[in-house]
C-alpha cells in the first residue's frame, strides 16, 4: 500500500468525525434532527469511563467468545456441505430443497426457535450465529467447486489419483477464494445478528448492553457499544481476509494492492510520406529462377 493511500484511509474517519462534531455542536436541524445526538467529545468520555470497568471488558468477550463459535462451527459445516452438494447429486437431491427454504429466513427470527430449542440463552445465541454465518459460507463453496475447470480433475485422475487425492489436490485448493469470499461475509452477518439476539434475548454482551444504555436513555453509551460493534467487526473480517490471504498466495495479485498496471504494446512505424519532387525508392528486382545444373550422361553428352 502506498503512502497515499495510508494518508487518505487516515483521513476519512477523521473527516466524518469533524463533520458529526460539528452537527451535534451547533445543534443542526435540516430534516435530520442532530439536536439530541450526543457529540463526538461525549462519546469518547463515555468511551474512557467504560473503558475503566470490568463489566464493559466481560461484554467483550462474551460477545466475541459467541461469534468465534458459532462462526467456526459454521466456517466447517457450510464448507463440508457446500463440497458435498456440489459434488454429489445424491446430496443436492437429499440436502439441497431443505436448506433453499431455509436460507431465506433471517437468523434473528429463529430467536423463538432457540429459545425453545436449547436449554440456555448461551447455545441459543451461538445458534442463530451460527446460522447466520452458515448459508453464506454453502452458497459462495458450492459455487466456487463447480465453477472448477474438469481439465484438472482429469488429469489426476489420468495419473491414478482416486477421489480424496482430486478433493485435497483440486477441489478445496481451487475453491479457497470463493470460500474465503463467503467467510468474510459470513463473519460480518454473525456479528449483525449475535447483537440483535443479546438485545432481544441476552443477558451479558455488548449488545445486551447497548440495549440497557437506551432503555435509560444513555445515548453516548449506546454510541458506545456501536463503535464497540464496529471495531469487533473490522477486527474479525480483516483477520478472515488476511488468513484468505495466506492460503491462496499462488494466485497473482498487483504487487501495490492496487489495479495491475497496464503494458504499453510499442507502436507501429509507418513510413513518412515522400516528399514532392523526390525520385522514388528503387524497387528491388526480383530474383531471378534458378536452372537446375545439367547432369552428365555416359557418352559425354548431356540431355
Request: hydrophobic fraction near 50%; proline fraction near 9%; charged fraction near 15%.
Given at each position: 500500500?502506498?503512502?497515499?493511500?495510508?494518508?487518505l484511509r487516515m483521513l476519512?474517519?477523521?473527516?466524518?468525525?469533524?463533520?458529526?462534531?460539528?452537527?451535534?455542536?451547533?445543534?443542526?436541524?435540516?430534516?435530520?434532527?442532530?439536536?439530541?445526538?450526543?457529540?463526538?467529545?461525549?462519546?469518547?468520555?463515555?468511551?474512557?469511563?467504560?473503558?475503566?470497568?470490568?463489566?464493559?471488558?466481560?461484554?467483550?468477550?462474551?460477545?466475541?467468545?459467541?461469534?468465534?463459535?458459532?462462526?467456526?462451527?459454521?466456517?466447517?459445516?457450510?464448507?463440508?456441505?457446500?463440497?458435498?452438494?456440489?459434488?454429489?447429486?445424491?446430496?443436492?437431491?437429499?440436502?439441497?430443497?431443505?436448506?433453499?427454504?431455509?436460507?431465506?429466513?433471517?437468523?434473528?427470527?429463529?430467536?423463538?426457535?432457540?429459545?425453545?430449542?436449547?436449554p440456555s440463552n448461551e447455545?441459543?445465541?451461538?445458534?442463530?450465529?451460527?446460522?447466520?454465518?452458515?448459508?453464506?459460507?454453502?452458497?459462495?463453496?458450492?459455487?466456487?467447486?463447480?465453477?472448477?475447470?474438469?481439465?484438472?480433475?482429469?488429469?489426476?485422475?489420468?495419473?491414478?489419483?482416486?477421489?480424496?487425492?482430486?478433493?485435497?489436490?483440486?477441489?478445496?485448493?481451487?475453491?479457497?477464494?470463493?470460500?474465503?469470499?463467503?467467510?468474510?461475509?459470513?463473519?460480518?452477518?454473525?456479528?449483525?445478528?449475535?447483537?440483535?439476539?443479546?438485545?432481544?434475548?441476552?443477558?451479558?454482551?455488548?449488545?445486551?448492553?447497548?440495549?440497557?444504555?437506551?432503555?435509560?436513555?444513555?445515548?453516548?453509551?449506546?454510541?458506545?457499544?456501536?463503535?464497540?460493534?464496529?471495531?469487533?467487526?473490522?477486527?474479525?473480517?480483516?483477520?478472515?481476509?488476511?488468513?484468505?490471504?495466506?492460503?491462496?498466495?499462488?494466485?497473482?495479485?498487483?504487487?501495490?494492492?492496487?489495479?495491475?498496471?497496464?503494458?504499453?504494446?510499442?507502436?507501429?512505424?509507418?513510413?513518412?510520406?515522400?516528399?514532392?519532387?523526390?525520385?522514388?525508392?528503387?524497387?528491388?528486382?526480383?530474383?531471378?529462377?534458378?536452372?537446375?545444373?545439367?547432369?552428365?550422361?555416359?557418352?559425354?553428352?548431356?540431355?
Open positions: 500500500m502506498t503512502a497515499r493511500r495510508r494518508v476519512s474517519p477523521l473527516a466524518a468525525l469533524v463533520v458529526w462534531q460539528l452537527l451535534t455542536a451547533y445543534d443542526v436541524n435540516v430534516w435530520l434532527r442532530f439536536e439530541q445526538f450526543p457529540t463526538v467529545t461525549d462519546v469518547a468520555r463515555a468511551l474512557g469511563q467504560r473503558l475503566g470497568t470490568d463489566a464493559y471488558w466481560q461484554d467483550l468477550g462474551h460477545s466475541l467468545t459467541r461469534v468465534v463459535t458459532g462462526f467456526l462451527l459454521a466456517a466447517v459445516a457450510g464448507l463440508a456441505v457446500g463440497t458435498a452438494i456440489a459434488r454429489s447429486r445424491l446430496a443436492a437431491d437429499l440436502v439441497g430443497p431443505v436448506l433453499e427454504v431455509l436460507r431465506p429466513i433471517p437468523a434473528i427470527a429463529l430467536v423463538p426457535v432457540a429459545i425453545l430449542l436449547f447455545q441459543g445465541i451461538v445458534f442463530i450465529t451460527f446460522t447466520a454465518a452458515f448459508f453464506p459460507v454453502l452458497v459462495s463453496t458450492r459455487h466456487a467447486v463447480r465453477a472448477l475447470a474438469p481439465v484438472w480433475e482429469e488429469a489426476v485422475r489420468t495419473m491414478g489419483g482416486g477421489r480424496w487425492r482430486v478433493l485435497a489436490s483440486v477441489v478445496l485448493p481451487g475453491a479457497l477464494p470463493g470460500v474465503f469470499g463467503g467467510l468474510s461475509v459470513g463473519v460480518g452477518v454473525s456479528w449483525i445478528c449475535v447483537i440483535s439476539a443479546e438485545m432481544i434475548s441476552g443477558e451479558y454482551g455488548v449488545g445486551y448492553r447497548t440495549w440497557q444504555d437506551y432503555t435509560v436513555v444513555d445515548y453516548p453509551g449506546v454510541f458506545v457499544g456501536m463503535a464497540t460493534i464496529g471495531l469487533l467487526g473490522w477486527l474479525t473480517s480483516t483477520a478472515v481476509e488476511v488468513l484468505g490471504r495466506r492460503l491462496t498466495r499462488w494466485l497473482p495479485r498487483p504487487a501495490t494492492g492496487g489495479p495491475a498496471p497496464s503494458v504499453r504494446r510499442p507502436a507501429r512505424r509507418t513510413p513518412a510520406p515522400a516528399r514532392p519532387g523526390a525520385a522514388a525508392p528503387p524497387v528491388p528486382a526480383p530474383d531471378a529462377p534458378t536452372v537446375p545444373a545439367p547432369v552428365p550422361v555416359r557418352g559425354g553428352h548431356t540431355p
